[in-house]
């Protein structure tokens, strides 16, 4: 994890990777709980016995977007500005869902900066290359996420 007082101070890590998160796993039930949160009840998110039977991929898989929304969190394990008075989440680039992620898949987030833009009045805006990635180091999911930083006092 890398952790720094101000933004400007990102600013030799441009291109390099800022840090990987804990890993997690998401049971069937996790993305049977996303499925019925978002309406997107498809059966390869939600009948195991089918999905058993009839995916390619023989169990159920979770959500693009369940897999998306991890991002959030998991960054925080990755960097942090302690000059941060507000973060605002500009939005997404580039976002590939490579492979599916089955139950019980250990993941983790691999965060590197693309980007960083500085203007005097302005929230810096950070581009941040994401990775979601099993044990083996192939990525289920990856995203240039753009997030506006505030600063205060450091």
Known sequence: MITVSTVAELDPLVGTQLGTS???????A????????????????TDRQRAQADAP????IAHGFLVLSLVTGLAN?????????RWVNYGLERVRFTAPLLP???VRLRLAL???????????????????EKEDGSAVMVADWIVLVVEGEA
């Open 22 to 28: 804990s890993w997690v796993t998401l049971s069937a």
């Open 30 to 45: 996790d993305i049977a709980a996303f499925a019925e949160l978002t309406g997107d009840r498809h059966w390869l998110h």
């Open 57 to 60: 991929f023989g169990d159920v």
């Open 77 to 85: 394990e990755c960097y942090g500005i302690g000059s941060a008075e």
């Open 104 to 106: 019980d898949t250990p």
């Open 114 to 132: 693309r980007d960083l833009q500085r203007r005097d009045s302005s929230p810096a805006r950070l581009t941040l290359a994401c990775t979601v």
